[in-house]
């Protein structure tokens, strides 16, 4: 009785070991369709390079030019108000001046005369100033066209970059989007099928890696995202599949062992066993 249940026991440990190696392999392999996915999505985005950018700040430059362009118009309606303003008091003291002529007949004596005399004189002043006024607003007016003439050439420069550079962007995306919209659809399957832990550290992995890569395979000897080699032992475990390994330099997942090339073995081998041989030597004087 006693010896059976051992023996179910040791069946069902076993059992629950491979279920538990299946699932680790599993996962890592999820992981490493998903990695698969977000890397042929970046590629895509790599082709469409720094043009998204480049759009965007046209953008943005022709919607500063935009304002400036409606400042300066302002700036030139209110120089244009002011030179009305001035026109309109020109009238008056043209006005005033008339009426003052009329009274100058008919003052009684060289006093009033004198009086409104000094008023004519003041209105012709007014009125000389005001000229002067409206003079040096026109030549604001005219810098002033100047400068929208410049805003609007530019603007109109840059409209016509921003058609050509959107035509560039719409082509090149017309080109991936399908690609793009298989992968998407693809990534969505990927990430029900990824383990939530896992994929909080890939997520994370993958936006401080340079190259996107979160997890990688060994390949001849080294951690397939920062090259840096990884011992012998630890590439044993990550075959093993029994739990998760993460490279000791830059904390990517490896998710398995390339085999190296047979070239590669040979020669790599015999210098270790050539090696090893050596400290077994030493060690048996
Ligand atoms: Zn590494």
């Known amino acids: 009785m006693l010896k059976k249940s051992v023996v179910e026991q040791i ?51 022709i919607a500063g030019l935009e304002t400036r362009l409606a400042k300066f118009q302002a700036e030139v309606e209110n120089f244009n108000i002011q030179i009305n303003n001035y026109r309109n008091a020109k009238k008056d003291s043209e006005k005033l001046i008339v009426k003052y002529k009329e009274q100058q007949m008919n003052v009684r004596n060289n006093r ?29 007016i005219l810098n002033k066209n100047d400068e929208i003439g410049g805003v609007e050439s530019n603007l109109f420069e ?14 090149i995306i017309a080109e991936s989007e399908e690609d793009e919209q298989k992968l998407l659809k693809d990534r969505e399957k990927a990430l029900k099928l990824a383990d ?22 060994v390949s001849r000897g080294a951690c397939g995202g920062c090259f840096s080699s990884v011992p012998p032992q630890r590439q044993t475990d990550i075959k093993d599949k029994k739990k998760i390994i993460v490279c000791e330099h830059c904390g990517r997942i490896l998710a398995g062992v390339n085999d190296p090339l047979p070239g590669e073995v040979k ?10 041989a050596a400290a077994a030597a030493a060690s048996a004087e």
């Open 11 to 61: 069946q069902i440990n076993k059992l629950m070991a491979t279920a538990t190696d299946t699932t680790i392999a599993q996962k890592l392999e999820a992981l490493m369709k998903l990695q698969g996915i977000d890397s042929a999505l970046d590629n895509i985005l790599k082709v469409r390079g720094d043009l998204p950018e480049e759009v965007r700040d046209l953008e943005d430059e």
């Open 158 to 171: 840059r409209n016509k970059d921003l058609e050509i550079k959107k035509k560039e962007l719409d082509v």
């Open 196 to 217: 939530e832990r896992l994929l909080k550290s890939y997520s994370k992995l993958r936006s401080n890696a340079r190259n996107g890569l979160a997890v990688v395979m």
């Open 112 to 140: 009033e005369f004198e009086a409104v005399s000094k008023e004519i004189e003041l209105q012709g002043l007014e009125m000389e100033i005001a000229d002067k006024r409206i003079k040096e607003i026109e030549f604001k």
């Open 267 to 276: 020669e790599k081998k015999t210098r270790a066993t050539k090696v090893s």
